[in-house]
Nanobody, 131 residues
């Protein structure tokens, strides 16, 4: 059973940076496309960024370009979300998720964009940005 554990969240001030980590276990991390989602109070779960299992392709939601970056280290079974210049509207629970399907279809550049594509989810980490 694949387990995903997020860490790195916390309470920060506007303009600060945070790096979220998501450690995977119980499976073959290098075969999973990975994604970061966030869910603010009373909102749905929105895609922040995704990265192909090869790491060769990345997607970042347009409003976050220039501030957020997704990366992965397959040797450490970990995917990261670097968040800079944080704003109060970035306050949310951040979730990582894994999708093993692109590997089996040979889609090394595919970055899943829909939350329903992801099969495994972490429990989330809270990020709170004060003004």
């Amino acid at each position: 059973q694949v387990q995903l554990v997020e860490s790195g969240g916390g309470l920060v001030q506007a303009g600060d940076s945070l790096r979220l980590s998501c450690a995977a276990s119980g499976g073959t991390f290098s075969t999973y496309a990975m994604g970061w989602f966030r869910q603010a109070e009373r909102n749905g779960r929105d895609l922040v960024a995704s990265i192909s299992f090869s790491g060769d392709s990345r997607y970042l939601a347009d409003p976050l370009k220039g501030r957020f970056t997704i990366s992965r280290d397959n040797a450490k079974n970990t995917v990261y979300l670097q968040m800079n210049s944080l704003k109060p509207e970035d306050t949310a629970v951040y979730y990582c998720a894994a999708d093993p399907k692109p590997y089996f279809s040979g889609s090394s550049y595919y970055t899943p964009l829909d939350l329903y594509e992801y099969e495994y989810w972490g429990q989330g980490t809270q990020v709170t940005v004060s003004s």
